[in-house]
């Protein structure tokens, strides 16, 4: 348990570092802003009680926030992809959420699930994101089209770090 | 009572998710009006010395070209200055000191973070209230305007930018001294807005538009880039200009903030103005 505990916020320190450092400044032809901190949520374990889920969230997107001057943006945006990670999880899994062995990756998920977790959770993530940051409806398609190119960007990283990162299991 | 304890541990994780939601709201409004909360402060010195750090290893990569430019501009101000002027007349003339005031006062400060790629873009300058930064003073670099400084602690400040959909700067065409607001509507930081300009006025593509002197925070005269095209819409009483920014937001490095000696005087009269309508 503590195990699990420490591990996952080492994973915060780092993506928040990676985030602020590196993904924060990456910006390919004005369109593309990726938010990598949102694998921190992804890979939370399924067994994680509701309310720990939404307060992690919370504060994982707040961290982001104080560091690049948006305030309460990504905490929003945050915490509604929090808030839809259980439903999502119970239409995907098909029951196999609740054994403690079974956990948000790859390996246990399979590539074709675990892709279609990533884009769903990061989509929400970033629609909501981007659209408070725009607080505009008269620039509701060029938004749209920001946030499309930015979804794909995310999962791409999202699902290519799960193949650099993860440890494969021998089966 | 009870009733009611059973009601949120049914409905704990909506509750909370509501609870949440309506923090960030709130966060994200404070942010955007008020901007004076004290925890934010502390915030910002601890990011600010952070950043400061970053800046400082990444600033090496740029040093040739800001050396450039910093080189560029003393050649422009030397040739500017009296001693580089021949007098062509040879009566003896005094130059009287007390004719001028000092009305402008400019601080070099370093940039240390940097954004142009979002919506609404800030900069983060290494100068604060200790050296004499104030809110809504403006900030331009050697090329251009910059943005208005809009949360200051000690030791650092924040600039909103241009590239803001908030920030709206009062500029001029240069040439017929037309007056018009530079806004912010594009998805590249390299173009601009003029709107406001009413469709009997002439210019041409590549006109200089300036700052206009109109506000109390630029200084006349300052750059901020020139026509890139124009259109006006059917039924539409103003022009749709574009211009192409004359700073480059992308590379900012080191920039000038802005003191106007006489801003208290304009607002003073500026609001006895507002009272007596």
Redesign the interface.
């Known amino acids: 348990m503590n195990n699990k505990v420490f591990s996952n916020i080492l994973r915060l320190i780092i993506l928040v570092a990676l985030q602020?450092?590196i993904f924060?400044n990456v910006?390919f032809s004005?369109?593309i802003?990726p938010y990598i901190y949102v694998i921190f949520i992804l890979m939370l374990p399924f067994e994680i009680p509701?309310?720990l889920l939404?307060?992690t969230a919370?504060f994982a997107?707040l961290m982001i926030?104080?560091?690049?001057?948006t305030?309460?943006?990504h905490?929003?945006a945050s915490?509604?992809m929090a808030?839809c990670r259980?439903g999502i999880i119970r239409a995907l899994s098909a029951g196999k959420e609740n054994d403690s062995d079974f956990r948000p990756n790859v390996n246990d998920m399979g590539l074709y699930r675990f892709i279609l977790y990533a884009l769903i959770l990061v989509s929400i993530h970033h629609m909501i994101y981007f659209y408070?940051?725009?607080?505009?409806l008269g620039?509701f398609f060029?938004?749209f089209f920001?946030a499309v190119l930015s979804i794909l960007f995310t999962t791409l990283i999202v699902v290519l770090s799960q193949y650099a990162f993860s440890k494969s299991k021998v089966k | 009572m009870r009733n009611l304890i059973i009601f949120i541990g049914k409905h704990h994780f909506v509750l909370l998710f509501i609870t949440l939601e309506i923090i960030s709201c709130s966060l994200i409004i404070n942010n955007s009006y008020y901007q004076q909360l004290v925890f934010l402060n502390a915030t910002n010195e601890m990011t600010g010395k952070v950043n400061n750090t970053i800046s400082n290893i990444t600033g090496y990569f740029h040093l040739k070209e800001t050396n450039k430019q910093l080189a560029e501009e003393n050649a422009r101000l030397r040739s500017s200055v009296v001693s580089s002027f021949i007098k062509t007349s040879d009566s003896v003339f005094i130059i009287n000191d007390t004719l001028y005031r000092q009305q402008y006062r400019y601080v070099e400060a370093k940039v240390i973070k940097n954004s142009y790629n979002k919506r609404n873009n800030y900069l983060m300058l290494n100068k604060g209230s200790d050296q004499g930064v104030k809110k809504e003073m403006a900030v331009i670099t050697s090329n251009g305007i910059v943005g208005i400084v809009n949360e200051v602690s000690k030791n650092f400040s924040s600039v909103m930018s241009v590239l803001h959909k908030d920030t709206k700067i009062s500029a001029m065409i240069r040439k017929n001294k037309y007056k018009g607001t530079i806004v912010w509507n594009e998805s590249d930081y390299k173009t601009g807005n003029l709107i406001d300009i009413e469709p009997h006025v002439k210019f041409v593509k590549g006109d200089t538009v300036v700052t206009s002197g109109n506000s109390h925070i630029f200084p006349e005269g300052i750059f901020i880039g020139t026509i890139k095209s124009y259109s006006i819409k059917p039924g539409d009483n103003f022009y749709c200009i574009k211009i192409n920014f004359s700073t480059d937001f992308n590379r900012v490095e080191y920039v000038y903030i802005v003191k106007n000696f006489y801003k208290e005087e304009q607002l003073k009269l500026l609001n006895t103005q507002k009272n007596e309508q």
């Open positions: 602020v450092l924060n910006n004005g369109y802003n509701g309310w939404l307060v919370f997107g926030d104080v560091f690049s001057n305030m309460g943006m905490a929003a915490v509604f808030f259980p408070i940051e725009t607080f505009r620039e060029r938004t920001r």
